[in-house]
């Protein structure tokens, strides 16, 4: 009896027709996915990967469509299947977990009613078993105080809480197939930890497939059985994980995980893919042509902040006592260097991205002072000097889809900054548009199109193409490579240290991959619960550790040490 693969993906073509041509975004790609299995695919931003799962799904978005191949669940051919047909195996038999979890989830309807929804409309239970089942999947996920949690709105997460929140969604009805695209993006390490265990453990009890899609090659080493590598919608090498990550084949697969930062070894600059030509040079001479230095008093810090604070309303109430509120940050104190590149890791829901937002004034403070330039800006008034503050404090925000306007063009999108604090004359505007998208290596053509038109490392690259629109002094960065794959992210982390080196720019570096903190930082503050627990320079912090709470984080990294560039002749 012929033995049937839980997925069979054979010789899959996918297309995009447009005006000047047909585009194949997925080229003749065969993959299987046997009961238990856990089959990772990596490459590059816009390789493909998510195409394949938007097929598998019958997700496509129009005019793409299947133009060769076929995909079948078991032994049902599912690649021809109507809508109404799709609609039936989707969360039942298949679910996903999306990319991008604030997109994913409807903002007029609490966590409680999406996931009780998903649950009675695909599982035979009453309305108090799917409450029951709801809460058990929020703990599961690591997501504390379930009771109240579940009645709030998305918008009252945080990044890394709503991704908790969209992987319970796609557990919630026990599928037979998980295609995971990048689930683990806007996690921390220790929820990461907790999630790739749950994936694991569904895999090996429940018997159920799993497609990983993630450009983290380190989650793909601890998390994977088979690992298919993509270029340009093609499978270029596949096989056993330990077997392609130890001793790759292909040239693109020894590039792409050279460019992986390690967590051991700080590097003055990060190797770049070159297989394909692709390789992207960022020409610093030719920003600093633009880039106006302004004179900082070296003698005392650029940034102070002092015992800062920040409460959030949590229940509405018409008398005071009737309301109650989340403290997200409490007595919250450092001091940034000018020139230096700060960085701030922490859990999920920690507070780095409010502290971020107060820095950058989108968020009022409840308590202490920020000082800038010694200057306090914690409670300006005067509407030019607020202006000019954030002329010189430009943000790159951790959600590439929400962060950009998809009503318009890329070259407005980074021209609205320059235009909005008249920086320069109109004639010249776009010439300067183009720059900056050639710099952050999307080349120019770019401009034309629109943010849907691009994958979500790509968006990300334009955000920091805006935010290097109006000459910042200061940069704060919120994540602003967890969208991208290795490669791209090597480009920009590249391009974030010649600025910082060249230029003088000052950074505040939030991220939860410690093995970039590691390469960026000149110094680390490691926060919980709203506080921090400890600031060390960054050898200090890696090497020894004070707190036991940063020790769990380090432990808790995905680690590459054993593949290093020497044993790949890189």
């Not at 950058?360 to 607020?386: C, H």
Request: charge should be negative; hydrophobic fraction near 40%.
């Amino acid at each position: 009896m012929k033995f049937v693969s839980l997925l069979d993906i054979n010789e899959l073509s996918v297309e995009f027709p447009t005006r000047r041509k047909v585009f194949v975004a997925v080229d003749q790609v065969s993959l299987t996915v046997e009961p238990g299995e856990i089959c990772g695919l990596v490459g590059e931003s816009g390789a493909g990967k998510s195409t394949i799962g938007a097929a598998i799904m019958g997700l496509l978005e129009h005019p793409g469509h299947i133009a060769q191949g076929e995909i079948k669940l078991g032994d049902k051919k599912i690649s021809g299947f109507d809508t109404e047909a799709m609609r039936g195996l989707r969360g039942k038999k298949i679910s996903m977990i999306f990319q991008d979890p604030l997109t994913s989830l409807n903002p007029l309807f609490t966590i409680r009613d999406q996931l009780v929804e998903t649950i009675l409309a695909h599982l035979e239970v009453s309305e108090a078993e799917a409450n029951k089942r709801a809460r058990e999947l929020i703990d599961r996920v690591g997501i504390a105080d379930s009771a109240t949690r579940l009645g709030q709105y998305p918008h009252q997460f945080s990044g890394g809480m709503r991704q908790r929140v969209v992987i319970a969604l796609a557990l919630c009805t026990e599928p037979d197939v998980i295609i995971a695209d990048e689930p683990t993006t806007a996690l921390d390490v220790s929820v990461q930890a907790q999630i790739l265990d749950l994936i694991k453990e569904l895999a090996q009890e429940k018997r159920v497939g799993v497609i990983l899609i993630t450009h983290d090659m380190g989650v793909i080493v601890d998390t994977t059985d088979r690992v298919a590598v993509m270029y340009d919608g093609q499978v270029v090498e596949s096989g056993a994980t330990r077997q392609v990550m130890k001793h790759p084949q292909h040239e693109y697969t020894k590039s792409l995980i050279a460019a992986v930062p390690r967590p051991t070894l700080k590097l003055y600059r990060f190797p770049q893919i070159s297989y394909g030509g692709r390789e992207t040079r960022f020409a610093i001479e030719d920003m600093a042509r633009h880039w106006q230095k302004s004179e900082q008093n070296a003698s005392q810090p650029l940034f102070e902040v002092r015992e800062l604070r920040k409460d959030f309303l949590q229940r509405r109430g018409l008398l005071p006592w009737d309301r109650s509120y989340f403290t997200a940050v409490e007595d919250v104190s450092f001091d940034i260097q000018t020139g230096e590149v700060f960085g701030v890791v922490g859990e999920s829901g920690s507070g780095k991205s409010t502290v971020a937002r107060m820095m950058a004034g989108l968020y009022t403070i409840d308590g202490g002072t920020i000082t800038f330039d010694g200057q306090v800006v914690s409670d300006l008034r005067n509407k030019e000097v607020i202006n000019e503050y954030r002329k010189n404090i430009q943000m790159i925000f951790q959600d590439p889809y929400s962060s950009l306007n998809p009503r318009m063009r890329v070259d407005d999108i980074v021209a609205e900054p320059i235009r909005h604090h008249r920086l320069m004359r109109n004639t010249h505007i776009s010439r300067r548009v183009d720059e900056l998208l050639d710099q952050v290596g999307l080349g120019t053509e770019a401009g034309r199109k629109y943010p849907h038109e691009f994958s979500g490392g790509q968006r990300q690259r334009i955000s920091i193409a805006r935010a290097l629109a109006t000459q910042p002094r200061f940069l704060i960065c919120d994540e602003p490579t967890s969208a991208l794959d290795v490669s791209i992210q090597a480009q920009i982390l590249n391009i974030l240290k010649d600025l910082q080196e060249h230029l003088g720019l000052t950074m505040l570096f939030i991220s939860h991959d410690l093995p970039v903190i590691r390469q960026m930082c000149d110094r680390v503050a490691v926060m919980k619960n709203g506080r921090l627990v400890e600031i060390q320079e960054t050898t200090g912090l890696f090497n020894q550790p004070q707190t036991d709470y940063t020790q769990e984080l380090l432990k808790l990294m995905p680690k590459l040490d054993d593949l290093s560039t020497d044993e790949l002749g890189l």
